[in-house]
């Protein structure tokens, strides 16, 4: 059980540093974000304006790691992957600091 | 399929974050009486999971990206309340740290992607399944079921998108919130999602269903004699 559960944790360290190809192949095919997730300056080129209760609650909250780049959707590859990678193990850390606050909410310990 | 805030009225946000509420309140009790504790382990696992494969963007022919969301494969080996559990939490994670879907949309996400998805990954896994031992018929659930579970949460997120025009628009005519109409968001969802995005996901479920078959069988909830 022990030996299974430390190859998963290995796998998902993998998938962590593997994570920016999520980014480096929709590149390549000019791929540009989900099918209406676009932000107010994308949705205004689309539709030509930009729907007022939309502009309103678009700016609602100012995520710390917006787009999971510290340097904004504007830096440059290099930085991008780089914090990408740093996304996929901070959300590993966070989802893990979740799990461990809920078990100590639900009463169960130890592993 | 993250919808981000400002593309649902409150109209539509406020009663999903109802239902997602109870969902997870549900979730908790359920996990609580089931989940032992040496399971908590994999309800980190696989929230950890869920929040790794959505960050492999595939691109979609048409300009746009999709990914798989693990939350049919969490539902056949945790159950679908842990899959909740695990797929809400990566959700809140995604839209207060990473600006990943909204805050006022989280109800809607969580909606589509923790609570519709996990429990019909889980039934189509149930229903074609039937208790089956045979290994090709274990494959072709484990496959469905992660077809038909991101599938269903990318309709939904089509009809909360495209019901907004109907409910709400400004005097001049134009929608208030997401602008498109259901005759747009349907099949543009439909499109990336049937032919591409749920295969990738149906296909992952049956790989990770076939390691897990075979290391750590006595795991898979969807196949326990209860």
Redesign the interface.
């Given at each position: 059980?022990k030996g299974?559960?430390k190859k998963?944790?290995f796998g998902?360290l993998i998938?962590?540093l593997?994570?920016p190809?999520?980014?480096v192949?929709?590149r390549?095919?000019?791929?540009?974000?989900?099918?209406?997730?676009w932000?107010?300056d994308k949705?205004g080129r689309l539709?030509g304006?930009v729907?007022?209760?939309?502009?309103?609650?678009?700016?609602?909250?100012?995520?710390?790691?917006?787009?999971?780049s510290i340097g904004g959707e504007g830096a440059p590859l290099s930085a991008r992957i780089f914090s990408?990678i740093g996304?996929?193990i901070?959300?590993?850390f966070?989802?893990?600091l979740?799990?461990?606050l809920?078990?100590r909410?639900?009463?169960?310990?130890?592993? | 399929m993250h919808i981000p805030d400002g593309y649902l009225s409150p109209q539509t946000y406020i009663p999903l974050y109802g239902i997602s509420l109870g969902f997870w309140a549900l979730a908790l009790r359920n996990i609580k009486k089931e989940l032992s504790t040496r399971h908590i382990p994999y309800l980190a696992m696989a929230a950890a999971f869920s929040f790794l494969i959505q960050m492999f963007n595939i691109p979609v022919p048409g300009g746009t990206t999709g990914h798989a969301v693990g939350a049919g494969i969490i539902a056949v080996l945790l159950g679908p309340w842990t899959s909740v559990a695990a797929v809400s939490m990566v959700l809140v994670i995604q839209a207060i740290v990473f600006g990943d879907g909204g805050i006022t949309a989280l109800g809607a996400n969580c909606f589509n992607m923790a609570v519709a998805m996990p429990f019909v990954s889980y039934l189509t896994f149930k229903l074609i399944n039937r208790g089956s031992k045979n290994g090709r018929r274990l494959y072709i659930a484990a496959f469905l079921s992660g077809y038909a579970g991101l599938s269903i949460a990318a309709m939904l997120t089509a009809v909360e998108l495209g019901i907004q025009p109907l409910i709400a628009s400004a005097p001049d005519g134009r929608p208030l919130y997401a602008p498109y109409p259901l005759s747009v968001t349907v099949p543009a969802m439909a499109l990336g999602h049937f032919l591409l995005l749920s295969i990738v996901e149906g296909t992952m479920t049956v790989l990770l269903f076939k390691y897990f078959l075979k290391h750590e069988p006595g795991l898979i909830h969807a196949i326990k004699e209860t």
């Open positions: 059980m299974f559960q998963l944790w998902l998938m962590a593997l994570s190809l999520g980014i192949i929709p390549l095919f000019n791929s540009d974000g989900a099918w209406g997730e932000g107010t949705l539709l304006y729907p007022e209760g939309l502009r309103k609650y678009a700016d609602f909250w100012k995520a710390p790691v917006s787009d999971y990408y996304s996929g901070l959300g590993i966070l989802v893990g979740a799990v461990y809920i078990s909410l639900l009463g169960k310990h130890g592993k | -």
